[in-house]
């Protein structure tokens, strides 16, 4: 009998799941979507193994809960049978005898009590038969439901190789069915979830954990059960069944299977390199025991935290203690009743393989997470698939997101932190600049006014002084006095014009020229002493641009007068022009002293010189920021007056966009 995998086997709570992917990679057939961050099972593509319950920390992934409904059956006045699985001695460790076990369980309202395990021991029978029979090819065991759903969904091909064989729990079902009549109602009780999916014979279906819910909700404890056996027909060997190997030692008590006739798998790991290995070919006729878990003892409904080979210690004390009670004679009889029933079962193959994308999606996905070649696929396994391409196929599926590659999430985060380090930086050079230009600003306000108050008084000094001058005769000794007045009057005048400019008083006057001659003429304008060297270069396709010639004529001579300056002992004057079709750059950068940390903010402030007083003004960088700021450009001074920190020197940076007709 077979039978669509249809109940919703695990759910997730979705504000539990921290998207680990943990349950991803536990997963032996991938059967987890992760979207908008959530992991979900698919049930179409579950085979109920439990892995996922089993390794969720946040305990996110829940099973199905039949104890409302097996609750329901005991209300229901109906004769209910109780058939506990092989592995309960592993489970019910804290309960010190099976029997107070079994008299907990009667307390609960089954009218019977049974052990799978006589299942397992009729089952194991004809297990033995078959691979003892001539033309035997080798065959899958179908004993485990995570197996045959695994083999009937991703290799239906080997459905036929599934050993035709009930499972003990349907076995003994119908065992029971005949016993007492097929009204008999049946709840299985066990370690597994597949199990709740596998097999309509049975009426329900919990696991150990439930059982406890159930004592717990009915408040039944140990100590107040009257103890009490299990109901017949009564098990041999078939209790060895849920530990490793469990089916062949079940079936070769009489030590008749060679070894060598059975492959033994466990886990979720192995079990599904062996059923590769067998199709594949490299295992030819060999039983194939298989088990999804590390034995029933470790299924995902037995109690969390169970310790494998205490476990398994359990269980051969248990039957160690079984073997030597049990009446042979009693137990061959029941044999020889059960041993004809039908133990048939179908299985039908129902394929839920993917259709592996072609070549070209798959290299455009690898693509979006910065894989460009085969170097790229680190197959860390962070994703909980096993390889790239695999979470490649899974996300042209839908199944996937691409921020789940950790490596490329990573780097992603660098350069999102570089960007921001870079904004930041931007930010904190945008802040500065403002700083700086508020304070011009304030300054350029101060000079307008003391200069526009200055110009007028100043205007009629240098003319009455003229006036004076002319009236007064060649040899009058006031004459020399005056030159003095007209002169200094003629200094404060450049200052004052110095401040206009520099408060941005004045228009510019757009002119069109060719900066590359421009700046040459601007260099030849200017005296060079014989020890420094010039070096004019240009890289330009159109010097021909708009701009305030007298005014800029004024910025580069007082750069390139600043750099002489600033190299007293000679050296290189390098000055550079370059641009495109939005903007002019001006470079003018020397081999001079430098300029001293300290000092760089204080350049554009008026009347700031470092040079000897007659020497410096101080007016001649605040003039170009004013110039400069007036043709909406800007200025950048790098510079380096350290010589631990390589040879000094600095280069002055004008940006001058270029103006559209329509913007003069
Ligand atoms: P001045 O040249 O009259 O001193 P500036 O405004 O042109 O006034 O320059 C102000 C100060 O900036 C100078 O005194 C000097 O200390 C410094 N400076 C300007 N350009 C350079 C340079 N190329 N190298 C070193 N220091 C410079
Ligand atoms: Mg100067």
Redesign the pocket.
């Known amino acids: 009998m077979s039978q669509s995998f249809r109940r919703q086997l695990v759910y997730t709570i979705k504000d539990r799941c921290r998207v680990c992917y943990t349950c991803l990679r536990e997963c032996p057939v991938k059967a987890i979507k992760i979207i908008n961050g959530q992991a979900e099972v698919i049930n179409d593509r579950c085979i109920g193994c439990g892995n996922c319950v089993k390794v969720c920390s946040q305990g996110a992934k829940i099973s199905l809960r039949s104890v409302d409904e097996v609750f329901q059956l005991l209300h229901s006045g109906e004769q209910i049978a109780a058939c506990i699985a092989p592995s309960f001695p592993a489970e019910f460790t804290d309960i010190t005898d099976y029997k107070i076990l079994v008299g907990m369980i009667r307390k609960l309202g089954f009218t019977y009590v049974n052990e799978v395990a006589f299942g397992a021991d009729v089952v194991a029978e004809e297990y033995e038969k078959r691979i003892k029979s001539s033309g035997y090819i080798g065959d899958i065991s179908s004993d485990c439901p995570a197996v045959t759903y695994f083999i009937r969904h991703y290799h239906p091909e080997l459905v036929s190789l599934l050993a035709p064989i009930a499972s003990p729990m349907v076995a003994m079902t119908r065992i029971l069915h005949k016993k007492h009549g097929n009204h008999l109602k049946v709840v299985f009780i066990g370690p597994c979830f597949a199990k709740k999916a596998e097999s309509g014979e049975v009426d329900e279906v919990i696991t150990y954990r439930e059982l406890r819910e159930m004592f717990y909700i009915r408040n039944i404890q140990p100590q107040e059960v009257e103890p009490s056996g299990f109901d017949p027909p009564y098990s041999g060997r078939g209790a060895i069944f849920p530990v490793t190997r469990g089916l062949y030692q079940t079936a070769n008590y009489r030590e008749d299977i060679p070894e060598e006739k059975v492959v033994i798998a466990d886990g979720r790991i192995n079990f599904k390199e062996a059923v590769k290995e067998f199709e594949e070919g490299f295992i030819r006729n060999k039983h194939l025991e298989l088990l999804c878990c590390e034995g029933c003892i470790m299924g995902p409904g037995t109690s969390p935290g169970g310790r494998k080979y205490a476990r398994t210690a359990a269980i051969g004390e248990y039957v160690r203690e079984k073997l030597n009670n049990l009446d042979q004679d009693g137990w061959q009889a029941d044999m020889a009743e059960y041993r004809n029933i039908d133990l048939s079962q179908n299985f039908s193959p129902e394929d839920r393989r993917f259709t592996i994308p072609d070549e070209d999606t798959i290299l455009e996905v690898l693509e979006t997470m910065g894989k460009f070649s085969a170097k790229d696929h680190l197959n860390c396994g962070a994703c909980g698939y096993d390889s790239c391409v695999e979470h490649a196929i899974a996300i042209v599926k839908g199944l996937a997101e691409t921020e789940m590659c950790l490596p490329y999430t990573i780097e992603k985060l660098h350069d999102s932190i570089e960007n921001l380090n870079i904004s930041n930086d931007k930010l904190a050079s945008a802040k500065q600049a403002l700083k700086q230009s508020e304070k011009l600003a304030h300054m350029g306000q101060l000079s307008a006014g003391i200069a526009h108050e200055l110009n007028n008084p100043l205007g009629v000094i240098t003319m009455y002084s003229n006036i004076l001058m002319d009236e007064a005769k060649e040899e009058d000794p006031v004459r020399e006095d005056l030159q003095i007045i007209v002169e200094q009057a003629a200094r404060c005048k450049k200052i004052v014009s110095g401040l206009l400019n520099f408060a941005r008083k004045n228009q510019v006057n757009y002119t069109e020229t060719d900066v590359v001659k421009f700046t040459e003429h601007s260099i030849n304008s200017i005296i060079k002493p014989d020890n420094i060297s010039i070096n004019f270069t240009h890289n330009i396709d159109e010097p021909v641009t708009k701009l305030d010639i007298e005014q800029m004529m004024q910025v580069l001579t007082?750069?390139e007068?600043?750099?002489v300056?600033?190299?007293p002992n000679g050296g290189e004057l390098k000055i550079r022009v370059e641009g495109d079709q939005d903007e002019i750059v001006f470079k003018?950068t020397?081999t001079?002293?430098?300029?001293p940390k300290e000092?760089m903010d204080?350049?554009?402030t008026?009347f700031?010189?470092?040079?000897e007083i007659g020497?410096?003004?101080?007016?001649?960088?605040?003039?170009?920021y004013g110039i400069v700021k007036m043709h909406k450009g800007k200025i950048q001074?790098t510079?380096n007056?350290d010589l631990r920190k390589g040879a000094t020197?600095?280069t002055?940076k004008i940006t001058i966009p270029r103006v559209r007709n329509t913007e003069q």
């Open positions: 007082n750069l007068k600043n750099a300056e600033a190299m003018i020397d001079g002293t430098g300029i000092n204080k350049l554009f008026p700031f010189t470092t040079k020497k410096g003004t101080g007016l001649g960088l605040p003039l170009i001074v510079s007056a020197g600095t002055f």
